[in-house]
């Protein structure tokens, strides 16, 4: 058990709605990145949050937003959802070295992920 | 831009075996690579961290290195058990940027 935990564990959801996935990161981390991973693939970067504000974005477009909360928790929204973003979404927390302007990080432990399926 | 290799794609080895699963990278600047197993259509569990320092990490039955000239990573899995039957995905954190750069893994199927 890595202490991260995601919510919910599945979803279904119609094409053109609205989503938002939950992340509890693990005590004494600061930093969440949200990853999505598509049938067969490996995960790809969405955006990564430190201390409330966002530290790095993939190439994902704009209805994919987030947040980070004072206890690190961390949302996934995403807007006008389309058949493609079907996909497992992996929250992972990590620990910032202090003092750094750009957050290096340390070792990322991840969730158990939220299973979208858009209909 | 920083790209990750994974060969093979699948491997099926009998109880027992040793095995090497093989991670390649395109680009040195990294600050780690990471190791990482996964379950079927659950999330990753974190096994091995190499800092870019470091050549080499164990724990248990499991033994990584990792050369940055070269590009390459290495996996060592020693007396396969039907238990190691997991997809092994391998990362690496790149120097200026946040995020994880994984490759497509490696599916492995333990005979017994």
């Known amino acids: 058990e890595t202490g991260v935990t995601q919510s919910p564990t599945h979803l279904i959801k119609t094409r053109g709605q609205q989503v938002t996935l939950r992340c509890s990161s693990q005590?004494?981390?600061?930093?969440v990145s949200w990853y999505q991973q598509a049938l067969g693939q490996g995960p790809q970067f969405i955006f990564q949050?430190?201390?409330?504000?966002?530290?790095g974005r993939g190439n994902f477009p704009p209805r994919f937003s987030g947040l980070q909360f004072p206890n690190y928790s961390s949302e996934l929204n995403v807007n006008a959802l389309e058949l493609d973003d079907s996909a497992l979404y992996l929250c992972?927390?990590?620990?910032?070295?202090?003092?750094?302007?750009?957050?290096?990080?340390?070792?990322?432990?991840f969730g158990q992920g939220t299973r979208l399926t858009v209909v | 831009k920083q790209e990750v290799t994974q060969i093979p794609a699948a491997l099926s080895v009998p109880e027992g075996e040793n095995l090497v699963l093989n991670c390649s990278f395109t680009d040195s600047a990294i600050y780690n690579l990471q190791w990482f197993r996964q379950d079927p259509g659950k999330g990753l569990t974190s096994l091995l961290l190499?800092?870019?320092?470091?050549r080499e990490q164990t724990s248990g039955r499991l033994n990584a290195s990792l050369d940055k000239s070269s590009g390459r990573s290495t996996l060592y899995i020693a007396a396969s058990q039907p238990g190691d039957s997991a997809t092994y995905l391998c990362a690496v954190k790149i120097q200026g940027a946040q995020k994880l750069v994984f490759g497509q893994g490696t599916r492995l199927t333990i005979n017994p």
């Open positions: 949050y430190y201390r409330e504000e966002e530290n």
């Open positions: 190499i800092q870019s320092s470091q």
């Open positions: 005590s004494g981390h600061n930093t």
């Open positions: 992972a927390s990590s620990l910032a070295q202090t003092g750094t302007v750009r957050v290096m990080g340390t070792e990322a432990f």
